[in-house]
């Protein structure tokens, strides 16, 4: 299994700045995911994290309001742009474990006020 | 777009009381796991059913995968106060993508 931290675990920031989000993986994995989790909501999948590529973006989510990075196998970020009181989230990431299976993340709070 | 649909939304049980979660789609499911995130944590992965007509348990937890693999049940005998959360079934996307689309979850409070 994987052990995945992320950083920061809560934030509280003002309306149009950014935040940048940490996610560290123990272990090398071949895919990174970033979801987006509304308070006794589901799991939204905002994009999978490509080492090497760019991101690849689910329906409603663009790079320019959520850039991603994945400079390595076991590292990668999400920043949230020019943020508005709807960005107010939990955001978790996620790696790919065996048989397709994934290990979240403790997840980010983010209050955009 | 690939669906999945998960009821009850809420329950609310007596400590020892069963509890069952059911999980469709209208379309076949190719791959349904399971996950359960407890009050403030995270989605932590329970169990994998991948063949129809599948049965798999975990000491009081019984997970079911339908006859057409259109539908997934998880079912606890005699509930404790541990078992409170969120159960999650999530179906995996075909392509090799490692994407999975969750069912919108069911909340489970154990009443002592």
């Known amino acids: 299994s994987a052990v995945i931290s992320q950083k920061p675990s809560r934030d509280i920031c003002q309306r149009g700045t950014s935040l940048t989000i940490q996610c560290q993986v123990d272990?090398?994995?071949?895919?990174m995911f970033w979801y987006r989790q509304q308070p006794g909501q589901s799991l939204t999948l905002i994009a999978t994290?490509?080492?090497?590529?760019?991101?690849?973006?689910e329906s409603g989510f663009v790079i320019d309001k959520f850039p991603i990075s994945r400079p390595n196998l076991t590292f990668s970020t999400l920043t949230v742009s020019n943020m508005s009181p709807e960005d107010s989230s939990i955001y978790l990431c996620?790696?790919?474990?065996?048989?397709?299976?994934?290990?979240f993340g403790p997840g980010t709070r983010l209050t955009v006020l | 777009g690939q669906q999945v649909m998960q009821i009850p939304q809420y329950q609310h049980v007596q400590e020892g009381e069963d509890f069952t979660t059911y999980c469709n789609s209208s379309?076949?499911?190719?791959?349904i796991q399971w996950y359960k995130q407890r009050p403030g944590g995270h989605p932590v992965f329970l169990i994998q059913?991948?063949?129809?007509?599948e049965v798999k348990k975990q000491k009081r937890l019984t997970f079911q995968f339908g006859e057409a693999k259109k539908n997934s049940s998880l079912h606890i005998t005699a509930t404790q106060t541990t078992d409170v959360g969120t159960y999650f079934c999530?179906?995996?996307?075909?392509?090799?993508?490692?994407?999975?689309?969750f069912g919108q979850g069911t909340t489970l409070q154990v009443k002592p």
């Open positions: 272990s090398q994995v071949t895919m």
């Open positions: 059913l991948v063949k129809s007509g």
């Open positions: 379309t076949t499911l190719s791959n």
């Open positions: 994290a490509n080492q090497g590529s760019e991101a690849t973006y």
């Open positions: 996620s790696a790919r474990g065996q048989a397709d299976t994934q290990y």
């Open positions: 999530a179906d995996l996307v075909s392509g090799n993508t490692g994407k999975l689309i």
